[in-house]
């Protein structure tokens, strides 16, 4: 039995459903926006990069441009329509080299390009939508969206290598957790909330706030992410649950299960880790339930909806700001809801 | 026996010694550069991306640059240098991932970055070596430095999979290798050429005659390269040889053995090349010898070096071309030099 508890969801003006409503006509023109892009690639690939595209992905970093440059509906220029574009090319792009390194078979509930096209042509798909997200990113008056955004992009890669370096090792502290997931996850989110409140002319102190906002947020999806891996059901969430532990990527739920297991238990699970020893993930997760692992993971991940919050605090009459507050609600629900009923 | 002829070296004002005496200090200056930008990598992975850097590689392309921009020795300004140090990342970034897909152990007789870090790590390094050419290409006055950039990489990215997608197909045509070769060698010369000319601030007739001169030369030297593969001499490639055969590669000299072998013969080919057959390269390279395949692919780089010098034509006093020309003239020497003896 788990002892779990999280702090409900705080009341705040736009919640759930009505941020995602405002979002609705924008994310159909960057649907558009996308597709008209396809065009752009060699006719031999415009198939496969159209793949890609093909998602019923949750576009939250085109959410974060929009939210973060948010001025009022009509106030959505095509500038905050082409920067999401860049900012989820750039994420597909990872994603489609992240499934040949992983050798996923499905992502939301599809075949990966990696299993589609093979892993040979998904690595050239990668880096062709990577060209091409930074291309559009050059479509600007200035350089710097696409000094921003070639600079967040080698970050995002730098923060997957140290991830792959440490796979399998089993002495990862909360340190090295910490910065994989600054790198790898918190700077696109942050340089799409840089980009959007940049674009919209917000001044120099709100996009710093509101990148900073970013950063945290992104910070706590991932651990979200992370917990989902094993406390999600994998209908929902799209994808194979347990994969961390069965590829050794040493993770905060299982962190914070190494520290609280006996010593006995942890050399078993540091061996499972370093795949020394076949994977018990289904025994892993009991013992989470029962160490009270789920609530700890969730309270870092209101510790860090707590910094973004905070970034937010001296800003309270800007137009994103409920907007970006609202979307701390929807995390905060989204963790709620997978709360463990065992 | 072979009967193959090759016409001599043309000798030009500056043939081989001299051109590359001339930019000696200019890549000295580029390897310099190149290092100092490792601080921008995060230090988790800086050695390896050092690693990706200390190459004798011949930096064809940065050479295009130095030399189209050329306006005296004195006159290699620092953004030659860097946009040189761009094409050089793009360049090493689609050799690292080349050396994946080809599960190319050595290259330039050292072990790739593939087998020295892993496949996983590699496709990421090669995403980070990308990404920071292109954030390079962002640190000029305008956006079209690296909006050509951009261009060209989604291009060669695009040829390298359409390469891939006709790996083992026995129906290749010499259009489908034109067009391949156009994509993943040629469009980085062309870019090299054009870069070079614009910054150095030659007027735009010259620029557009450069560019041609660099898309020409770039597929001599491709269909150099393919023939080298069965003609030259693996210690001083410093590659393992006949690999395009085994890999089931269609380049110009397998086309034209093709066309060349009796109906017999052609089945068995084209079966080794779709893999049904284990593959004879010491066999093929024999009846490429007999039936005069090295002629006739020495003669489509010599009409490409042909196309290349005829862009120039116009252009005969301004300062790039008789170097242009100069490399040339050694391309025609390499060309040269691997003529097969038997």
């Known amino acids: 039995m788990s002892s779990v508890t999280v702090s409900p969801p705080v009341s705040r003006p736009h919640a ?8 609705t006509p924008h994310m159909a023109e960057l649907d558009r926006f996308l597709r008209g892009q396809m065009t752009s690639f060699e006719p031999e690939i415009r198939g496969m990069a159209d793949y890609c595209i093909d998602t019923t992905g949750k576009r939250i970093r085109p959410a974060l441009v929009f939210l973060s440059g948010w001025r009022g509906p009509g106030a959505v220029t095509p500038d905050l329509v082409r920067v999401a574009a860049v900012v989820e090319l750039v994420h597909l792009a990872t994603l489609v080299h992240d499934d040949i390194m992983d050798e996923a078979d499905v992502r939301r509930s599809r075949r990966t390009a990696a299993r589609e096209f093979g892993p040979t042509a998904a690595v050239l798909l990668g880096d062709a939508l ?3 997200a930074l291309h559009l990113a050059t479509q600007f008056p200035t350089t710097e969206i696409c000094a921003a955004v070639s600079d967040s ?3 995002v890669c730098a923060g997957e290598i140290v991830q792959t370096l440490r796979r399998r090792s089993t002495n990862v502290t909360r340190a090295d957790y910490q910065r994989i997931v600054d790198l790898k996850t918190a700077e696109l989110f942050r340089v799409s909330c840089f980009l ?3 674009l919209a002319g917000f001044e120099g102190g709100y996009v710093e706030a509101v990148s900073r906002f ?4 992104g910070i706590a999806y991932q651990i979200y992410d992370d917990l989902l ?3 999600g059901e994998e209908a929902r969430v799209g994808k194979t649950l347990g994969t961390d532990l069965v590829s050794g990527k040493l993770t905060l739920p299982l962190l914070i299960l190494l520290e609280r297991l006996s ?6 699970l540091t061996a499972e880790l370093a795949g020394e020893r076949p994977p018990q993930p289904l025994l892993r997760l009991g013992q989470m339930r029962e160490l009270g692992v789920f609530a700890a993971v969730s309270q870092a991940v209101e510790a860090e909806i707590a910094a973004a919050i905070g970034a937010l605090r001296d800003w309270p009459d800007d137009a994103p700001t409920p907007l970006l507050l609202g979307l701390c609600d929807v995390l905060q629900a989204q963790v709620a809801s997978v709360r463990p009923s065992g």
């Open 16 to 23: 759930f459903a009505s941020v995602f409503a405002l979002l």
């Open 153 to 155: 992009t080698r970050k």
């Open 263 to 268: 010593a006995d238990e942890r050399m078993t």
């Open 130 to 132: 990577f060209a091409h």
């Open 196 to 198: 959007g409140a940049r």
């Open 229 to 231: 891996d094993f406390f």
């Open 214 to 217: 970013g950063r945290h947020l």
